[in-house]
């Protein structure tokens, strides 16, 4: 197999991609909205794309990293999308996070068209993007996985084959960011509680990170809310709020009531509405408003 590469969408996690797929050996064309990010992609040795159509013409496999279902569709189906260049036997690797509706309504308009889609959402956030050590969870045939193993072991420490259609990629990440989203909240929480009382930022790091609470949720989370850093770390509260909807209608559809998770929602909302330039750690600055309190290092 040729090793060319394709990344649409170059931003915190894409960037991560491509920089994995060039250090791996790919060509890679890709392509941004952000004419910066277009700049930093250059920068690194990647060939800029004027549309989705010029990713796909000669690519093997084109990683797909949009924000919404919708976007997906454009950037599949639209005019200058990848299924007019892309070559039968390519591959389009979907690791956006989008509804798993919207994944098998994506798979059923591409039959017909000789092009794969591997259903692979990821979790590690930007610095497993930018350090090559993603968890992918792919559905499709597992002869697709081998086939274009290459390209996904680029950017992953960690391929789980959770399914075989369409959509089931993009259910388990719902079920996973259920959890995440959860485990972000408890921990902005605690740090409120934890200032309220007194505690030092330092001690409640230390105590955490050598309990069973410890890990790199509660880590990243506690380093930047004590360090006081809320913006540009490469975690935007946009990701996490859209996610976590993502989670909460999937429980509507089940009828499987998120009590946890819905809580969760609320805290991600309340951060968004107040901080729509802030990261996930943001939402803390809304509880630390209403306690007057914060907690530092």
């Known amino acids: 197999m040729d090793k060319c590469a394709g990344v649409v969408g170059i931003g915190n996690m894409g960037s991560g991609l491509a920089k994995n797929l060039l250090a791996n050996g790919f060509t890679v064309t890709g392509i941004d909205l952000k004419p910066d990010r277009m700049k930093a992609f250059a920068a690194m040795g990647g060939t800029p794309a004027s549309s989705p159509a010029e990713v796909g013409a000669g690519a093997d496999a084109v990683f797909v990293m949009v924000m919404t279902g919708d976007e997906v569709k454009e950037v599949v189906f639209g005019e200058n999308g990848l299924l007019s260049t892309l070559a039968e036997g390519s591959a389009i690797i979907l690791t956006a996070t989008i509804k798993p509706h919207e994944a098998v309504e994506i798979a059923a308009r591409m039959e017909g068209s000789g092009v794969k889609l591997i259903d692979s959402p990821v979790s590690g956030g930007y610095p497993g993007a930018q350090g090559g050590t993603l968890t992918l969870m792919a559905a499709a045939p597992g002869e697709w996985l081998e086939e274009f193993k290459p390209f996904m072991e680029a950017v992953s420490a960690t391929i789980h084959h959770v399914g075989t259609e369409a959509g089931m990629g993009q259910t388990m990440k719902a079920v996973l960011q259920s959890i995440i989203g959860s485990m972000f909240s408890a921990t902005f929480e605690a740090t409120v509680l934890a200032a309220k009382a007194g505690l030092s930022g330092q001690a409640v790091l230390d105590v955490v990170q050598s309990s069973s609470a410890g890990n ?40 499987v009531p998120l009590h946890t998770a819905s809580a969760a929602m609320q805290i991600f909302h309340a951060g968004k509405a107040a901080h729509p330039e802030g990261d996930n750690w943001a939402s803390t600055l809304v509880m630390e408003a209403i306690c007057g309190a914060k907690l530092t290092r």
Request: hydrophobic content about 35%.
């Open 216 to 255: 790199t949720i509660t880590k990243t989370s506690l380093e930047n809310i004590i360090d006081r850093k809320f913006v540009d770390t490469g975690s935007h509260i946009d990701t996490m709020h859209k996610d976590l909807t993502i989670s909460m209608d999937l429980g509507e559809q089940l009828l």
